[in-house]
């Protein structure tokens, strides 16, 4: 059985299915049922009715799992703009990325709603996640076997009094406005319940928030329960209703439904024809496929559009030039996903991101490819550790870094570097660490994957040619970087890391990534850690 059981992981891997080990189902590369287990999370949040609510007395500070790490500086998401100089560049104005030629090449951000700011709008350092999530022995230790559901969450945010949830909402779309994102694809899990609610809000804070702000309706074919086209256009219907839904300059309704084959055409053709003799409303059908290259044939004769879920690593990625060529010969737009990496504790796999390179070349791909449209995945799906969003340890250093590629993509010009940068990121330990805690299922590389790698990466985005001097645990050395965008990968060491631009001698901007690295470790987190010296958190 034991055999069988690899056997089994490596075939779904092998044809991009992950193995769900709660249920034993596969998951094909969801975000849903395989992110968060049924049953997880908070049934009604503490103080959903609106206000503020007094905190119970809490349990002991936590002391293993993620949530042991902390935030070394204490930082909160304030929601505030982006402060003047945490980038490299000068981001273009609204107006420049909305407008025009940019205002056709549109960025999209893959919301999942179970991980909003908050869960129950509690402090930091004893709220949902911190106790339940990042802790192994969280929600009565189910999920122990994997070490914890999560390992990393949003950056943590001051308790709100009010409708906190509107007002978290809200701050999410500031946030991914601010970034240069002209939306959010609105992953549908469920028609009814917390996720559905939630939904329903995100509508209405896009459009309080920007009313250029769009949300995309993603219906996730692999965690609906229906088998009633009525039943979903009924539902898109709804959502429809809100002025924040996304429809094309014709007035036509976008929906992209992830996972699209899991219907069949004739199935998804019934559920675009009651959308117009039922509702009203014309719809642009853009699927999302798990495997594009089976299945657009078939759905092209129905489809404005597509999109691939895609792969999460760096190597491979040449199949997405062959993927928007193939669409736009058959007259469809593409909608191009880039990612920035993957690792999922309770489906036991994770894919090798090599730093930042994953983020770097999906980007480039999606720029030289031509691809029309960008689906980042994800804004905020925590169990699959592929967000973007400001998280608690890797702040805002992803979102930054796409903003310097969204502009390209956008504008068709790179960005001018005025001001020196550097992206620091490293795992927290080491590929091959074996954990020593209760964790009995650990994470194995999924097929297709660039190797494991230890290296500490020093990303520089600098003005002029200078020196970077870079401490890797207690090893020291420095290197010259050209002026632009350059990589060097260093040894991964115990302890933590640091690097300053140095010229004439004199010290220029430095990061620190603080998070220290062992040899031993309890639970097993393949995630890495990011830090930028354009910011203090």
Known sequence: ?????????????????????????????????????????????PGASGAATASPTPPPAPTKGAAAKGNPKGA???????????????????????????????????????????????????????????????????????????????????????????????????????????????????LSGKNWDRSNLLMA?????????????????????????????EALATLADASAAHRLPDGRLVVSPFKAEEKSVAWWTEVIGLLKSRHGIRTAFVPLFLDFGAHSGEFAPISHGFSEWGSRSYVGQESSTRDVQRAHGMGKIWMQPVSVQDARPNQGIYDEAGNTATLRSTWTHAIEDGADWVQLTTWNDYSEGSQFAPSLHNGYAYLDL?????????????????????????RTQFADADPTGDQSLVMSLRRGSAAP??????????????????????????????????????????????????????????????????????????????ATSGRDS
């Open 205 to 233: 804070a896009a459009r309080s928030v920007d009313p250029a702000f769009k949300i995309m309706l993603m219906p996730d074919m692999t965690s609906l329960k229906t088998d009633d086209p009525a039943v979903l256009a």
């Open 402 to 426: 796409t903003s310097y590629y969204l502009s390209r993509f956008k504008t068709g010009s790179w960005p001018k570097i005025v001001r020196d940068t550097l992206y620091l990121s490293a």
């Open 76 to 190: 909160v998401d304030s929601g505030a703009e982006r402060p003047t100089g945490a980038l490299p560049f000068d981001m273009p104005q609204p107006a420049a990325l909305r407008s025009g030629a940019a205002g056709k090449k549109l960025v999209f951000a893959h919301y999942f709603t179970p991980y909003p700011l908050s869960l129950d709008n509690a402090a930091a350092d004893r709220d949902y996640y911190t106790r339940n999530y990042l802790d192994p022995d969280g929600e009565s230790g189910k999920h122990g076997r994997y070490g914890g559901l999560l390992r990393d969450r949003p950056l943590p945010v001051t308790p709100k009094g009010g409708d906190w949830e509107y007002a978290n909402l809200q701050q999410e779309v500031r946030t991914a406005r601010a970034a240069g994102i002209d939306g959010f694809t609105l992953d549908l899990l469920s």
């Open 453 to 530: 790698r230890d290296k500490v990466e020093v990303l520089s985005f600098l003005t002029g040619p200078g020196s970077v001097r870079t401490t890797v645990g207690t090893a020291e050395g420095s290197h010259e970087a050209p002026a632009g965008i350059h990589s060097q990968l260093l040894p991964l060491k115990p302890g933590t890391s640091s690097a300053q631009v140095v010229r004439g001698g004199k010290g220029g901007v430095r990061v620190d990534l603080p998070y220290r690295v062992d040899h031993q470790v309890e639970v097993q987190d393949l995630q890495y850690y990011a």
């Open 1 to 45: 059985m034991l055999l069988s059981a690899f056997f089994l992981v490596g075939v779904w891997a092998a044809t991009g299915t992950a193995w769900d080990p709660l249920g034993g189902a596969s998951v094909e590369g969801a975000s849903a049922p395989g992110g968060l287990p049924a049953g997880s999370g908070p049934d009604a949040a």
